[in-house]
C-alpha cells in the first residue's frame, strides 16, 4: 500500500487561480444542468459530481494531449476537465444537434476523441475492458500514451474490475485505474458491500500491484499520483490503482435527496470542499475570486443560451452513427 498524503507544498497564486478556476466552472456548470433539470428542460436523468471537481482537475494536469479518457456516467467533470467545450457539453445534455454526440447521448454518454475522451458508459464497470483494450493498443502501436479509466467504489465489486485488472498486469499495459471513492455505492455505504477499507487499493496486491491511496480533494496530491503512475506506464512499469478518497456533497442521482447519510459525515466533508479550500487559499494571498467567478458565469451563461437555441437532431440522425446489419451509415 502507498498512501499518498495531503500536500503541505505552496504553488504561486497564479497556478492556485487557474485550478480555482477550473473547479469553479464545473461546480457552475453542474449547477446548470440542475436548474435545466428542475425545468425538465433535461430528459431522462443526470449524474452530479459536486465536491468531487479536484479529482478530474488533478488528473488533468498530470496528463499529456495524446493520453486518452473513459469515465462513468456521472462524468461532466473529467469531460470539463480534459478541455470538452462546455457549449457542446450543455447542448449534448439537452439533446440538442449541436452536442457533442450529435444531442443524441445525453449526460451518460458525452464523448469527444479530440480532447482524448473515449466516451462515458452507463453500465457500471463496462468500459474498464475497453481501456484495457485501448492501453494494448497502445502498447503493440509502441506509442508513449497511457490510458485513464474513472469509476466509483461500487465497480470494485463489479466482475469486470476484476477481470479488467488481471489481463493489464499480465500484460504489463500503460492503464491507471482510478476510483473515486465517495463512499457509496448508489444509495449503499460501500462498507455495507465491500469487505475490505479500501475498496479498490487493497485489493490491488492480489494483482501485484501497490494500491496507491490519494486524498481526492487535494489537487496537487491527485496530480503527483497520477503523474508518477503515468511515467512508470509510460516507461513499461504497467498498470496502477489508485483510489482517491472524496465525497459527492449530493444524491446519486438528481432524483435523490440523500437522506440516508449521517448530517455530521455530510458536515465533515463540506469542511474539507476543494473549491472552498482553494478559494480560502486565495484570499489569504490577498487574491480576490470574485472576476474569475464574473468571467466563468458570463462564459457559462452565453453557452446555455446558444444550447437551448440550438434545433433538436433531424429525424433523420436517429438511423446515423449505430450498428445495424446494413452497416452503419
Aim: proline share 5%; glycine share 10%.
Amino acid at each position: 500500500m502507498v498512501e499518498v498524503k495531503a500536500t503541505k507544498a505552496t504553488h504561486d497564486t497564479t497556478t492556485v487561480l487557474s485550478w480555482y478556476r477550473r473547479m469553479y466552472e464545473i461546480r457552475a456548470f453542474e449547477e446548470h444542468i440542475q436548474k435545466l433539470f428542475s425545468k425538465g428542460e433535461v430528459r431522462g436523468t443526470t449524474h452530479l459530481a459536486t465536491g468531487q471537481e479536484a479529482v478530474a482537475i488533478g488528473t488533468a494536469e498530470a496528463l499529456r494531449p495524446g493520453d486518452k479518457v473513459l469515465c462513468t456516467y456521472r462524468g461532466h467533470h473529467h469531460c470539463l476537465a480534459r478541455g470538452m467545450s462546455p457549449e457542446r457539453a450543455f447542448a449534448e445534455i439537452l439533446g440538442r444537434a449541436t452536442g457533442v454526440c450529435g444531442g443524441k447521448g445525453g449526460s451518460m454518454h458525452l464523448t469527444d476523441v479530440t480532447k482524448g475522451l473515449y466516451g462515458s458508459y452507463a453500465i457500471v464497470g463496462a468500459h474498464l475492458p475497453i481501456a484495457v483494450g485501448m492501453a494494448w493498443a497502445s502498447k503493440i502501436r509502441n506509442e508513449q500514451d497511457v490510458t485513464v479509466v474513472f469509476f466509483g467504489d461500487g465497480t470494485t465489486t463489479i466482475g469486470a474490475f476484476h477481470e479488467a485488472v488481471n489481463m493489464a498486469a499480465v500484460w504489463s499495459l500503460p492503464v491507471l485505474f482510478i476510483c473515486e471513492n465517495n463512499r457509496y455505492s448508489e444509495y449503499t455505504p460501500i462498507d455495507k458491500v465491500c469487505p475490505v477499507p479500501r475498496a479498490a487499493a487493497d485489493r490491488a496486491p492480489a494483482y501485484g500491484l501497490d494500491g496507491i491511496v490519494v486524498d481526492g480533494n487535494d489537487i496537487v496530491a491527485v496530480r503527483d499520483a497520477v503523474a508518477a503512475a503515468a511515467d512508470r506506464a509510460r516507461s513499461g512499469g504497467g498498470p496502477a490503482i489508485i483510489e482517491a478518497e472524496t465525497y459527492r456533497h449530493g444524491g446519486h442521482s438528481r432524483a435523490d435527496p440523500a437522506k440516508y447519510r449521517p448530517q455530521e459525515e455530510v458536515d465533515a466533508w463540506l469542511a474539507r470542499d476543494p473549491l472552498a479550500a482553494a478559494e480560502r487559499t486565495l484570499l489569504a494571498a490577498g487574491v480576490d475570486t470574485a472576476a474569475a467567478r464574473a468571467e466563468v458565469d458570463a462564459s457559462l451563461n452565453a453557452a446555455v443560451r446558444a444550447a437551448l437555441a440550438a434545433p433538436e437532431p433531424d429525424l433523420a440522425a436517429m438511423y446515423t452513427d449505430v450498428f445495424a446489419p446494413e452497416g452503419a451509415r
